[in-house]
């Protein structure tokens, strides 16, 4: 790999980095808060539940239950499949069309997370 094309995803992998999630400013947070935001912001429902956890106790960032309750709904809902989106037309009189999308594999929620919300936590 040529040395422009390495610095282009080195740049990239630091950008995603220093993004913000659910308010979060990663570049504010201690390193393994901050990994866990990440691994929660693109979709592992396991990092999803354990941000919600830390939201409703206030455990290395501000407690806040709105966010700890939305975290916890993600990491117990399915993801994933394929997903039907309408297109409408392009053309006066045409016609529109449903377009599957891929989302790729599907993916379970988290029983420990569907439990949380079935007691009432995490707040």
Do not use: H, N
Not at 73 to 85: E, H, I, M, N
């Amino acid at each position: 790999m040529s040395g422009r094309w390495y610095l282009l995803l080195l740049s990239l992998a630091v950008g995603a980095c220093s993004g913000r999630y659910m308010g979060l400013d990663a570049s504010s947070l201690d390193g393994e808060t901050a990994m866990l935001a990440q691994r929660a912001q693109l979709g592992d429902k396991q990092a999803q539940f354990e941000l919600g956890q830390r939201f409703a106790l206030g455990d290395g960032v501000p407690r806040d239950c709105k966010k700890a309750v939305e975290l916890t709904r993600r990491a117990a809902s399915a993801t994933g499949g394929t997903l039907w989106v309408y297109s409408p037309p392009v053309t006066k009189g045409g016609r529109g069309q449903v377009i599957p999308v891929d989302q790729g594999p599907v993916q379970p929620g988290l029983a420990a997370a569907k439990a949380s919300l079935a007691s009432g936590a995490p707040c």
